[in-house]
């Protein structure tokens, strides 16, 4: 019996130690960053693997934000505009040049041209329900081609709905180059068709009912064709045509 027991040699058991998180050549950062350090064999630095960061969207949403407030402002603005057309009816005012005489043009010693032209406007309102205050440093002035010949001050004052002025208007100037421009102006004159320019800036406030705006600016511009230039008498307006617009 006792020859037959075997005795098997003891095998030892091998232990498992725990695997390591982090492998050997790498090491943590304090903010858990893994950071592989590459074995001096591999050559190179210390490759750092950084977590990704999250893009925010705040520029992207400040812009889509201002985008929409300007379509609604703009929106805003369009209903205001239409409500005003539709319930006030806007127009444009009309003038017109009734009467036109020269009381002096002549040649200075300093061969500047002097003149002075007095003219009758007529200033009409057509709207029913608007109000035009004309506000102090109109300017109407006459040209030919180029050059200003005279201007004055358009008065101040307020002209109601549909309601017609006439203003009468001195005009006095002195312009440089005169005896090149008179000898032009006496040259037309023997064909009997004199082109003039008379030119209107007009600062005006619009009163809506009971509302008063802020200024805006009438600008216009009447192309005249006289008969003559001679001083003391009347003048014909052999053509007009007037065209104005508003300025904000």
Same mark, same amino acid.
């Given at each position: 019996?006792?020859?037959?027991? #075997?005795?098997?040699?003891?095998?030892?058991? !091998?232990?498992?130690?725990? *695997?390591?998180?982090?492998?050997?050549?790498?090491?943590? %950062?304090?903010?858990?960053?893994? +950071?592989?350090?590459? %074995?001096?064999?591999?050559?190179?630095?210390?490759?750092?693997?950084?977590?990704? #960061?999250?893009?925010?969207?705040?520029? =992207?949403?400040?812009?889509?934000?201002?985008?929409?407030?300007?379509?609604?402002?703009?929106?805003?603005?369009?209903?205001?505009? !239409?409500?005003?057309?539709?319930?006030?009816?806007?127009?444009?005012?009309?003038?017109?040049?009734?009467?036109?005489?020269?009381?002096?043009?002549?040649?200075?010693?300093?061969?500047t041209l002097y003149a002075q032209?007095?003219?009758?406007?007529?200033?009409?309102?057509?709207?029913?329900?608007?109000?035009?205050?004309?506000?102090?440093?109109?300017?109407? %002035? +006459?040209?030919?081609?180029?050059?200003?010949?005279?201007?004055?001050?358009?008065?101040?004052?307020?002209?109601?709905?549909?309601?017609?002025?006439?203003?009468?208007?001195?005009?006095?100037?002195?312009?440089?180059?005169?005896?090149?421009?008179?000898? *032009?102006?006496?040259?037309?004159?023997?064909?009997?068709?004199?082109?003039?320019?008379?030119?209107?800036?007009?600062? +005006? %406030? +619009?009163?809506?009912?009971?509302?008063?705006? #802020?200024?805006?600016?009438?600008?216009? #511009? =009447?192309?005249?064709?006289?008969?003559?230039?001679?001083?003391?008498?009347?003048?014909?307006?052999? !053509?007009?045509?007037?065209?104005?617009?508003?300025?904000?």
């Open positions: 019996m006792a020859d037959n027991q #075997r005795i098997h040699p003891a095998v030892p058991v !091998a232990t498992s130690a725990t *695997a390591p998180l982090v492998p050997p050549s790498s090491s943590v %950062s304090e903010k858990g960053t893994q +950071v592989h350090r590459a %074995s001096p064999l591999q050559g190179g630095g210390p490759v750092i693997f950084a977590k990704p #960061r999250k893009r925010k969207g705040c520029c =992207c949403r400040l812009l889509c934000g201002l985008i929409s407030l300007l379509l609604l402002i703009l929106i805003l603005i369009g209903i205001v505009a !239409a409500v005003i057309y539709f319930v006030f009816q806007p127009k444009l005012p009309q003038y017109s040049v009734d009467r036109l005489q020269i009381s002096a043009l002549r040649l200075n010693f300093d061969l032209f007095d003219v009758k406007i007529t200033a009409t309102n057509p709207n029913k329900k608007i109000g035009i205050y004309y506000e102090k440093g109109g300017r109407l %002035s +006459v040209w030919y081609s180029n050059d200003k010949l005279c201007e004055g001050s358009l008065p101040r004052f307020y002209q109601g709905h549909q309601n017609t002025t006439r203003l009468d208007i001195t005009l006095t100037g002195q312009s440089e180059s005169g005896s090149t421009i008179m000898a *032009a102006l006496q040259q037309q004159q023997q064909t009997g068709q004199i082109p003039l320019d008379l030119k209107v800036d007009a600062p +005006v %406030s +619009v009163e809506l009912g009971t509302m008063k705006l #802020r200024k805006v600016k009438i600008l216009g #511009r =009447c192309s005249l064709v006289v008969d003559s230039l001679s001083t003391n008498s009347m003048i014909s307006i052999k !053509a007009s045509n007037c065209s104005f617009g508003m300025k904000l």
